[in-house]
Structures are given as C-alpha cells and as structure tokens.
C-alpha cells in the first residue's frame, strides 16, 4: 500500500532552490518549487524527517482538503466537508492560521482565520452539541487555511512553531539573522564543511552555529523541544525516534576551523552563549576582534560569509564602511572566497571588488543581495570608491 501524501514546506523568498536541494538529499518525491514554497511527497516518518532535518523551511503543512472557493461560504462548506474528528477531539484544543490572496475575499487574512475557525466549531456542534476550544498558543492541531485566487488548500500544519526557532538562540544582538536565511546562505554558498569558515562581524552567532551544524551534519531542528505532529492523534512515537536516531549517527566532527569576530564585546558574549547551547564550542571559537585590524591567520582555503550592518538598520557611514569591508578582504584575506548579504545596493559599490554571483533575497522585509568575491593573492580592487559610486563592474554567473 503507498501510504505517501503530498507535502508543502514553506520558506523564505528566494530560498526555493536550496530548500529543493534539500528535499531531495532527504529522500522527498515529486519536488515541486512554488513561490516561497515547495511541495513533495512522503510517508508518515518523511514528515517527521522532514522538520527534524530540513535546515531552510519555515513549516511543513499536510494538506487535507484542496479546493476551489469563491466566496465565504463556500470556504465554510470546504471546511464542513472535512471529516474532523480524524484529525481532532471534540474535547481536544485548535488554532487556525490564514493566508488571503484572492479578489474573491476582501476581508483580511484575520477575518478569514476567524470565519474559518467558526466552521470547525459549528461542525462539531452540529454533530455532537459540543465543540472543541481554541488554544492559540498552545493547540492539539493547527489548522492552515491558504487561499490562492479561487483556490484553497486546507492544512495541517506538523510543525507547530516557524522552524527557524531551532532552541539554541537565548541571547540575540540588535540585528540577529533569522536562522532559516543563514543556513540558506551557509547553503547557497556551497560550504559543506570541507575548508575554514569565518563570519568576521557575527553578531549573535547565528551563521556561525548554522554553518557548524552544516558541516558536522547535524540535523537543524535536533535542539527543538517540540513539534505539533507530537500533539496529532496519529503520532507514532516509536518512529518519530527511529527516524531521530538514524539522523543523529550521522552527524560527524569538523574537521576545520570554524571562527567568529565582532568589535562589540557584548555581541561576542552573546555569540559564545548561544554557541554552547547549540553544544557547539567544541568547534567554534568567538573572538573580540575589530574586522578591519584583522588578516587571515588560518592556512588553506576559506569561506568568509557575513551580514554587515545596513544602513537602515544600524548607525554608521555605510559608504566609509563598505570600502573599509573591501580594503580588508584585499588586503588582508588572500586565497578565500568572501559571501555577503546586504540590502545597501549604494553602499555595495564601495566595495570596489568584481562580484563573481550576485543573488536576490529578502532579510525580513529588505531586498537584500547576496554577492560572492573571489579574492586572490593580488585580487586588485576594480576601481577606486570615488570613481565607481555609479558604475560597479560585475560578472555573473
Ligand atoms: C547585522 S549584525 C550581524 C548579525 C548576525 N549575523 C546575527 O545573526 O546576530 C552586524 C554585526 O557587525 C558587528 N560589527 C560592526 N563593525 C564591525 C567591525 N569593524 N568588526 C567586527 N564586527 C563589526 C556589529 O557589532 C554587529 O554585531
């Protein structure tokens, strides 16, 4: 009998590809990229594989009922339609979460989560005179409710919590990446563990202890306390630890240097907290460190990948700033290859080193570029600031 089901893994803009990448490295069927999305098949433990593992998802959603809606109340009839006490007891608790993107609903995502919410409770009612509660932070079963022009998908959401909380981060600086875009760029990258990896600007750690559990081949999600599949009817304990300890035997040591600065010391203590409560400070070293003082004192090949401040962020002389980024990388850190997230596209041109790939993101609600340097012994800087603050010369790949 196939027991597989369709999946949909949600995800940041722009991480899509990776997140595929990921799916089919774990064994997924049928990958299919959609819009900050991708859809595939799986059986019961692939689920459970699925949010332990996947370093770029945000959630995994289980769809139950897939159909066209063209007003509330056919919404509310999909939602009579579903047979809910498989899923849900009446004595038990739920949410419901909605995603609105239609002309056929005018009313707010809210509203329709709230309407949504009425149609479970009122099949229930009907059917046995009492109805479930609703428990926003803490339910049995979180209902996703996404509507798509005419279409709507009805889901079971098995990850409870935006799997970016992966229970490692307590102390966060002013501007600390979410974890799901740091693994996608640890990713996109292409770093596997197999040569140094500094972040020289770290903040609170968080692409440091993504890159570490990258190359120790630890699973993303292995710190979490809990996922709402723990909390479904069908859960199947036994399983869910088989498909755990298969991932754990195969996590692996590094091999290679893996190492943090920043100039603020109470970034660097943050850093270091968090990096032992990812049981990582076997590996990572953080230091007090001012970037621009700084050469490359690791041997061998080097992956250099951060997020520098951005001027709409934080308060400082971005253009001054950006060129300094590149006289150290010049300078200071021949034979490595320098990775960088910035939503200062101005800024950027001071830079003066030839990008050799330039990806878009998002960082929160920033359109943001990711950009590769190579940087060679004598990589000479393209053009002084002053002279090429309107043009910058770059070679895609
Ligand atoms: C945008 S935050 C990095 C956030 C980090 N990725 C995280 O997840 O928390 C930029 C960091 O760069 C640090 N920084 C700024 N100038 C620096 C320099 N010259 N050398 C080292 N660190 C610097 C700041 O103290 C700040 O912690």
């Known amino acids: ?32 990229e959609g819009i900050r999305s991708v859809t595939f098949r799986g059986d019961q433990g692939f689920l459970y594989k699925a949010n332990i593992a996947l ?90 409710v996404h509507i798509q022009k005419d279409w709507c998908t009805i889901s079971l959401d098995s990850s409870g919590d935006s799997l970016h909380k992966r229970g490692y981060r307590s102390a966060t600086n002013i501007a600390p990446i979410n974890e799901v875009l740091a693994a996608g760029l640890v990713l996109l990258s292409g770093y596997s563990g197999d040569e140094n990896f500094i972040d020289p600007m770290c903040g609170s750690g968080t692409i440091l202890i993504e890159a570490c559990m990258i190359a120790c081949k630890i699973p993303a999600n292995i710190n979490r306390k809990q996922f709402a599949f723990e909390r479904w009817k069908n859960y199947d304990e036994d399983l869910y630890f088989t498909i755990q300890d298969a991932l754990l035997k195969k996590i692996t040591n590094s091999h290679f240097k893996i190492m943090g600065f920043d100039k603020a010391p109470s970034a660097v203590s943050k850093a270091q907290q968090n990096v032992i409560n990812a049981n990582l400070d076997e590996f990572i070293g953080v230091h007090h460190i001012n970037f621009f003082n700084s050469t490359k004192e690791v041997f061998g090949n080097t992956t250099i990948l951060f997020n520098p401040p951005y001027g709409e962020r934080l308060n400082i002389d971005v253009n001054e700033f950006y060129t300094k980024i590149g006289d150290t990388l010049k300078n200071n850190y021949p034979n490595s290859t320098a990775w960088m997230i910035t939503s200062d596209m101005q800024a950027l041109k001071h830079v003066g080193l030839r990008t050799s790939k330039r990806i878009e993101l998002k960082n929160a609600d920033l359109d943001c570029k990711f950009v590769k340097y190579e940087l060679y012994e004598g990589t000479r800087k393209i053009k002084e600031h002053k002279e090429s603050s309107n043009t910058e010369v770059t070679s895609e790949d």
């Open 1 to 32: 009998m196939n027991t597989n089901f369709k999946m949909t893994a949600t995800t940041l803009k722009g991480l899509e590809g990776v997140l595929s990448e990921e799916l089919k490295k774990l064994g997924a069927q049928d990958i299919k």
């Open 55 to 144: 370093r770029t998802a945000i959630r995994i959603l289980k769809p139950i009922r897939t159909c066209k809606v063209y007003d509330e109340e056919d919404l509310y009839e999909a939602i009579q339609k579903i047979k809910w006490e498989k899923y849900l007891d009446v004595e038990g608790t739920f949410a419901i979460g909605a995603v609105v993107n239609s002309k056929n609903f005018t009313s707010n995502s809210h509203y329709i989560a709230l309407k949504s919410k009425d149609a479970v409770a009122d099949y229930f009612r009907h059917k046995y005179s009492k109805r479930p509660n609703v428990d926003l932070d803490y339910p049995d079963v979180k209902i996703h």
